[in-house]
């Protein structure tokens, strides 16, 4: 354990490990709400603004308008960065493999930010020369999938390579190694607001209620109800053209499973066919999840070919 | 589906199931906080009320200060009778076997509560008698078993069976079909305060806001943290001087799962021994249950007897 660990309270399971983890003191929890109403609003944003005195009182440092904002500014160019490399998967021959996209939003998980936007900037020039000239980055014509639930974090990409070496590309992941990471920007406050009135929150405190609105605007399954998710999903399937969607569960996530019934019930109605793939981090299971694949890619020929 | 369901956000799978279930409406969620800090308290109290107002709108009657008074009074005498039965499960030869306490316990969540109070208190004064003539229900020297964690339903006392056909007693449920549903008594509210200055929230908001108050204090593992249920469990264990605790955990209840691991570090550092059993609805697995609880069981002869 460093100084400090954080974790939030996003599912049972994490909620309860941090406890264990925590004993000992030196873990901070963040607890999300599971609805999106005002009181949850009103506890979520107490609770990112409790986290920042914790740090401030760790550091011994105080967080400064100007710094936080200028933090703030970062994360959102990268996040541009991340829709913008995402704009070219859209393309008819993709310029960038769902594997090596996957291996970009992972290492967006860790690594320095202005690096790693830096780096992906260049890299979305690149993507576009390359979709000028029309250069795929996977072979023949190719169904388009969608990954949509559970993140896949670093050193975790089994189901991408099952798909892409079937014959596929997967053209979207719609998870927090995907859309759900970089989708919504902070609202950047300027640090100082002339026009303050006496007795307004201070800057730090404005921005990092923007911070906490942000992140209260994610679609994961933690929350109840979840709709939206499901808008977003056949929305997403559009924009990105998918031919069929694979719900990727990990084993043991209680949210994403359950509601992988609402969201395969949506796609059906909206004509595109999805598979429910439950499995974990583990290697064991490639061969009967190959099987499975093939045989639902299979079915997306015959459905066009028939 | 009847006009109304109600459910609650203990738990992801139950959570979820509620999406999936009111997906068409007629299902009513009330978000259970996973802290209990001051704005958990205000968001529940808020779910709470909300309810309340969603019962009146159903049914297009109002809650009456006398009503609420009335219906709190007899939950909480039901309360009493479940606390008075207990601690005939002190006694060093129990007058009612830990099967029995069971099915009372699962019969208290679906019976008329005035119909169901009046039984139980016939049912106390006659285990009065047995415990005054030293009746024990179970015959023998029997080793003293706690059961805790997930609460068995009505149908469900497969675990309860095998350890008293085993040769204990089950002298304590520390669990919601236990403990945690009758301890701690909802604060009684006069329907009508002459005391309450102008502007006082309405009777019936501050009764509301009494249930509320005594549902946050429940030692379930879904809240983070938990210490009051560690503490809860040792002393409950001294009280029923409990020999063993058995940790019953359904499949999938990942709270209480993966809070047995700190429930058994303090059971072991007071010199309790303890196991922890997982399984289900099922009577697949009795065989092996079986075994295992056999084997817990000879343990705690051999450390007494060595």
Known sequence: MEDLSVGETTCDAKKKTWDVLGRDGGFHVLELPQKKGPADRTLWAGEVKAFARRIEELTG?????????????LMNRKRRALARMHEWRKADAPPISGTDALVIMQAALIDDPARFTGRLESLN?????????????LP?????????GCPSVLGNW???????????????????TGTRYFRGEVEEMAAADPQASPGAPAAVERQLEAVAARYMGI????????????????????????????????????????????????LKSAGIPSIRIETDYSEEDIGQLRIRLEAFLESLEFRNGA
Chains 1, 2 share one sequence.
Request: charged share 25%; proline share 2%; hydrophobic share 40%.
């Open 61 to 73: 440092r105080t967080l400064t308008p100007e710094k936080l904002a200028g933090a703030v500014r």
């Open 125 to 137: 020039k690149e993507l576009a020369v390359r979709a000028a000239a029309g250069t795929a980055a």
């Open 140 to 148: 023949g014509a190719r169904k388009r999938i969608m990954v949509s």
């Open 158 to 176: 089994k189901l991408h390579y099952l798909l892409e070496t079937a014959g596929v590309t997967v053209v979207l992941d719609e998870s927090c």
């Open 219 to 266: 679609d994961c399954s933690c929350f109840s109800p979840n709709t939206e998710r499901t808008d977003n999903i056949l929305r997403l399937a559009g924009e990105y053209r998918a031919e069929g969607v694979v719900q990727y569960i990990l084993h043991a996530c209680h949210t994403f499973n359950i509601e992988a019934i609402t969201v395969a019930d949506a």
